[in-house]
């Protein structure tokens, strides 16, 4: 993957354990465009990965602007952001790409749950600008959590945004049975934030008849994997001819790794296409939140970090 070396701009404190990055590059040229609902990945400092979505207006691509929560229980990627990467630094980010795209509709709900709400933000930046009829549920523990709340407020679509805090009277709360009942049939839902709220808003929204075509996800840590089902696979390594086992709890890399093949990782989840690897025979066992729908579908590269196989053996491009 081809990276750039950006800039930050600036470095600001929007909220409670959260801070934004206005990224752009160092010579002024404008990044590459994006569309609402992308993200990009950034290498820490300890050369990591990491995704974050892009929370500017898209017609904009003269900077990029990410924002990060400080997690205790991630991996470490959210306190480098916070503690190691400061006004003026040079980091490097992939080009945008996007899995999480709005789709034409005549309404669009959108359900951020605390961070989550970046990409949201973007898109209902851009809905707003299309004159598109939609809602923006924003839900937060507090006011003093909530990322980007006076720049909402002070939008030209604040009528169209509810706060919903944890810590707020009972009428402000999300009532979800009343927002999802009844969905037309050209209404599509957004939803982004930690895995419990997803699964809470997806749950209540199937319950009402929403149909999966009309609820679209934003991951950004993989869900857990159901596991039960795997077996053993074999790999060959095409230009070697040597063939590998891969039993139920190894992955692909970690097998191939023991025997000396070295295949460049770095989130392990899925996520980031680090470990991308060419598939010239078999069949992938997706497990990944990189590849489009229709990139799966053509069995031609899966991710090794993760993904397994469907077919007994998979000849590998290495
Ligand atoms: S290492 Fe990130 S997708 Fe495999």
Same mark, same amino acid.
């Given at each position: ?43 820490? +400092? ?15 691509? =003269?900077?990029? =602007? ?28 992939? +080009?945008? =790409? /996007? ?12 359900? %951020? ?109 993989? %869900? +857990? ?8 696979? =074999?790999?060959?390594? %095409? ?59 053509? /069995? ?19």
């Amino acid at each position: 993957m081809s990276m750039i070396q950006v800039q930050v701009r600036r470095k600001s404190l929007e909220a409670q354990d959260i801070a934004s990055f206005e990224l752009v590059r160092p010579d002024g040229a404008p990044l590459p465009e994006f569309s609402a609902g992308s993200h990009i990945d950034v290498r820490l +400092p300890d050369g990591m990965l990491r995704q974050y979505s892009l929370c500017n207006d898209d017609g904009d691509s =003269r900077h990029y =602007r990410i924002a990060v929560l400080r997690d205790a229980q991630s991996r470490g990627g959210s306190r480098a952001m916070h503690d190691a990467v400061g006004q003026g630094d040079l980091i490097e980010i992939s +080009p945008p =790409r /996007n899995h999480f795209p709005l789709v034409e509709a005549q309404r669009t709900l959108l359900f %951020a749950g605390g961070i989550g709400v970046t990409p949201l933000l973007c898109m209902a930046q851009r809905l707003a600008k299309s004159g598109a009829d939609f809602q923006l549920h924003y839900c937060v523990r507090t006011p003093d959590r909530t990322a980007f709340r006076d720049e909402i407020a002070s939008s030209g679509f604040a009528s169209r945004v509810g706060f919903h805090y944890d810590d707020g009277p009972a009428d402000q709360r999300l009532d979800l049975a009343s927002v999802l009942a009844g969905p037309g049939p050209d209404v599509h839902a957004y939803v982004c934030g930690p895995q419990g709220f997803i699964d809470h808003v997806t749950a209540a929204a199937r319950l009402h008849g929403w149909s999966d075509e009309q609820l679209h996800v934003e991951y950004f840590q993989a %869900a +857990p994997l159901d596991s039960t089902g795997d077996g053993t696979f =074999r790999v060959k390594v %095409a230009s070697s001819g040597n063939v590998y086992d891969v039993p139920a709890g190894r992955t692909v890399v970690q097998v191939l790794g023991e025997h000396g093949i070295d295949i460049p990782v770095s989130c392990e989840q899925g996520i980031c296409g680090t470990c991308i690897t060419g598939v010239l025979d078999g069949q992938c066992d997706h497990r990944d939140l990189y590849f489009t729908d229709e990139e799966k579908e053509r /069995n031609d590269r899966f991710t090794p970090c993760c993904s397994r196989a469907k077919s007994p053996l998979l000849v590998l491009d290495l």
